[in-house]
């Protein structure tokens, strides 16, 4: 199964994009996904002039923006569909007036953005996420539930798959129709404070290299080679312990998640 191996560029979202497409391309990846940020070179506010500009130059490299980590604002919208970047990802944050309320304003927010999403021909990717988020990929699924599947995706996440307690085998068909992305990290849980006498304990996810998590990578690979999923695969970039540079890292989990899809 081939796909278009990407990275999360968020290590270096300061880089400019000849930079970027020049260092990602030579850690073997030939798609990115972009953050649209506030922090970032391409910002928010600026996205309509820099944007375009940003994603040829990445091209000129041989490197595909496959998305932005950004907002639904109508000027991102627009920035990607001048720059031709397909989707706009986002998560659903959960606020102190709990779940149910959270999930309602989330939803809200998706069908107000449904206009947006049809009219400038850029899809929305809602991701899961550990901790004050729509945490589980089937959470998500039924956030959606009702918008429309073609402007409306699913990002899945390897890493917060299994932090959820899923199996790749159970929640990937499921997903299946609505899946854009597929991201690929792992964790662990990992002890915050000695526990002592105490039952449990306090626990945290601490990000760790593919093979080492939770994480069941060639599970997740090989149900999406079963479904026929052609879609981005991207790798986060997301490591607990700094001692080792993202980019070592990075070029030994994609020749992992290569050898696990048989591309190696």
Same mark, same amino acid.
């Given at each position: 199964?081939?796909? #278009?191996?990407?990275?999360?560029?968020?290590?270096?979202?300061?880089?400019?994009?000849?930079?970027? =497409?020049?260092?990602?391309?030579? /850690?073997?990846?030939?798609?990115?996904?972009?953050?649209?940020?506030?922090?970032?070179?391409?910002?928010?506010?600026?996205?309509?002039? /820099?944007l375009p500009e940003f994603t040829a130059r990445l091209r000129a490299e041989g490197v595909e923006v496959i998305s932005v980590a950004s907002d639904l604002r109508e000027p991102?919208?627009?920035? *990607?569909? &001048?720059?031709? %970047?397909?989707?706009?990802? %986002?998560?659903? &944050?959960?606020?102190?007036?709990?779940? !149910?309320?959270?999930?309602?304003?989330?939803?809200?927010?998706?069908?107000?953005?449904?206009?947006?999403?049809? $009219?400038?021909?850029?899809?929305? =990717?809602?991701?899961?996420?550990? =901790?004050?988020? %729509?945490?589980?990929?089937?959470?998500?699924?039924?956030? /959606?539930?009702?918008?429309?599947?073609?402007?409306?995706?699913?990002?899945?996440?390897?890493?917060?798959?299994?932090?959820?307690?899923?199996?790749?085998?159970?929640?990937?068909?499921?997903?299946?129709?609505? #899946?854009?992305?597929?991201?690929?990290?792992?964790?662990?849980?990992?002890?915050?404070?000695?526990?002592? &006498?105490?039952?449990? $304990?306090?626990?945290?996810?601490w990000f760790v290299p593919g093979p080492e998590g939770l994480a069941d990578w060639s599970a997740a690979l090989g149900r999406l080679a079963e479904l026929g999923f052609t879609?981005?695969? *991207?790798?986060?970039?997301?490591?607990?312990?700094?001692? +080792?540079?993202? &980019?070592?890292?990075? +070029?030994?989990?994609?020749?992992? !998640?290569?050898?696990?899809?048989?591309?190696?």
């Open positions: 199964m081939t796909f #278009l191996w990407s990275v999360f560029t968020k290590p270096w979202s300061t880089l400019p994009g000849d930079t970027l =497409g020049r260092l990602v391309s030579g /850690l073997g990846f030939t798609g990115v996904e972009v953050p649209v940020r506030d922090t970032a070179y391409v910002t928010p506010g600026e996205a309509g002039r /820099l991102v919208f627009a920035a *990607c569909r &001048e720059a031709g %970047v397909p989707m706009i990802r %986002v998560m659903a &944050e959960l606020g102190p007036d709990g779940y !149910a309320a959270s999930v309602r304003r989330a939803r809200r927010r998706l069908e107000d953005a449904a206009p947006l999403a049809e $009219g400038y021909g850029v899809q929305v =990717g809602v991701q899961p996420h550990h =901790g004050r988020y %729509v945490s589980s990929a089937l959470g998500v699924l039924d956030l /959606l539930d009702g918008l429309p599947v073609q402007h409306f995706r699913v990002i899945w996440d390897a890493a917060h798959d299994a932090l959820a307690g899923d199996d790749p085998r159970v929640t990937l068909p499921l997903v299946a129709e609505r #899946l854009g992305i597929v991201n690929l990290k792992n964790a662990i849980q990992v002890r915050t404070e000695p526990a002592g &006498e105490a039952v449990g $304990g306090h626990w945290k996810p879609g981005p695969v *991207c790798l986060s970039g997301q490591y607990s312990d700094p001692g +080792v540079p993202v &980019e070592k890292r990075l +070029v030994a989990d994609l020749a992992a !998640a290569r050898g696990a899809a048989g591309a190696a």
